[in-house]
Nanobody
Framework: QVQLVESGGGLVQPGGSLRLSCTAS????????MGWYRQAPGKQRELVAT????????YADSVKGRFTVSRDNTKTTTVYLQMNSLKPEDTAVYYC???????????????WGPGTQVTVSQ
């Protein structure tokens, strides 16, 4: 069984930065595919960024150029989401999903972390 835990959320002013981490433990050696999602109050969960060990990353248009997803080079059970130039509309609970890498494309699985709150406000 695989457990996922997100960390790094918090309160930040507009224009600020945060780095979220998702660490996997249990029956896993390395994260080969990861999806970062977010859910704002009253809205559906949306896909923000994806990573595959094959080298493919994708981003939602709303975060492109501001967010970067990467895997720790030494601790390959940890994936980061670097968030820069944060906006109030980035406020949400952020979740990681340990997916599968199929031909360089991320596919989600039922493996979710509990989420971490990100609030962007003055």
């Amino acid at each position: 069984q695989v457990q996922l835990v997100e960390s790094g959320g918090g309160l930040v002013q507009p224009g600020g930065s945060l780095r979220l981490s998702c660490t996997a433990s249990g029956a896993i050696v390395s994260i080969n595919a990861m999806g970062w999602y977010r859910q704002a109050p009253g809205k559906q969960r949306e896909l923000v960024a994806t990573f595959t060990a094959s080298g493919t990353t994708t981003y939602a248009d709303s975060v492109k150029g501001r967010f970067t997803v990467s895997r720790d080079n030494t601790k390959t059970t940890t994936v980061y989401l670097q968030m820069n130039s944060l906006k109030p509309e980035d406020t949400a609970v952020y979740y990681c999903n340990n997916g599968i890498d199929y031909s360089g494309t991320y596919y989600p699985t039922p493996r979710w972390g509990p989420g971490t709150q990100v609030t962007v406000s003055q």
